[in-house]
């Protein structure tokens, strides 16, 4: 899920677009965008790599050939980062963290030294994009502890270069708070106009 209506946009339009049709999974469509271009990033991890689309969902790239759970991408200094998890450590267990010069956006992704940098069902899964406030980064994660989807966890992030990573829990958003959609919730993404969230409910209906 994401927010790709942005001002910087506001006389392009948006239209719906739909991913090509396989028999791949796609979910989690992370949208970047510049003041040139808008991107956006699935979640394909059946397709045994990650690969970025224009905003028709056209010109598709590959940017790393990992398949990643839940990418998110984005650039802090001098370098271009990318954070997902792997179906193979367990989708909601670990965090992996990949980066590159800024200045050298062709160039291949290297892993972080320190990777999975976050382990645990309680906050490593990406739950939505990484934010800056106030010169400061917080990550949106996912708590899996009792269920898949049990609440959204807000993460501010302490240290974070090609030699460390650190990062301390602030906010939880619990699903059962709801009223109506309290079965789970899976991904907060926002801008200046908008913010999205995915909430599931259960329902019971009698069938013929």
């Known amino acids: 899920m994401g927010c790709c209506k942005n001002s910087r946009f506001k006389n392009k339009r948006i239209s719906k677009t739909y991913?090509?049709?396989?028999?791949?999974?796609?979910s989690?469509?992370?949208?970047?965008?510049?003041?040139?271009?808008?991107?956006?990033i699935p979640e394909n991890y059946?397709?045994?790599?990650?690969?970025e689309y224009d905003l028709d969902l056209n010109n598709k790239k590959e940017i790393i050939p990992i398949p990643l759970i839940d990418p998110v991408l984005f650039i802090k200094d001098e370098f271009e980062w990318i954070l997902g998890s792997l179906k193979?450590?367990?989708?909601?267990?670990?965090?992996?963290a990949y980066y590159r010069e800024k200045e050298g956006l062709n160039s291949?992704?290297?892993?972080?030294?320190?990777?999975?940098?976050?382990?645990?069902?309680?906050?490593?899964r990406n739950a939505g994009p990484i934010f800056k406030l106030n010169n400061k980064f917080y990550r949106i994660?996912?708590?899996?502890?009792?269920?898949?989807g049990e609440s959204i966890i807000i993460k501010e992030i302490i240290k974070f270069s090609?030699?460390?990573?650190?990062?301390?829990?602030?906010?939880?958003?619990?699903?059962?708070?709801?009223?109506?959609?309290?079965?789970?919730?899976?991904?907060?993404?926002?801008?200046e106009h908008y913010i999205c969230i995915d909430a599931k409910r259960f329902e019971f209906k009698f069938t013929k």
């Open 88 to 96: 193979e450590t367990g989708s909601n267990e670990a965090l992996f």
């Open 46 to 51: 059946d397709s045994n790599s990650c690969y």
């Open 28 to 40: 989690f469509p992370f949208i970047s965008y510049n003041e040139n271009e808008i991107k956006i």
């Open 141 to 148: 994660a996912q708590n899996s502890t009792n269920t898949y």
């Open 108 to 124: 291949k992704f290297i892993p972080h030294p320190l990777n999975p940098i976050i382990t645990g069902l309680r906050g490593s």
């Open 19 to 26: 991913f090509e049709k396989d028999s791949n999974h796609y």
């Open 162 to 191: 090609p030699d460390e990573y650190e990062e301390k829990e602030l906010k939880e958003i619990r699903a059962d708070h709801f009223k109506k959609y309290n079965r789970g919730i899976h991904t907060l993404s926002f801008n």
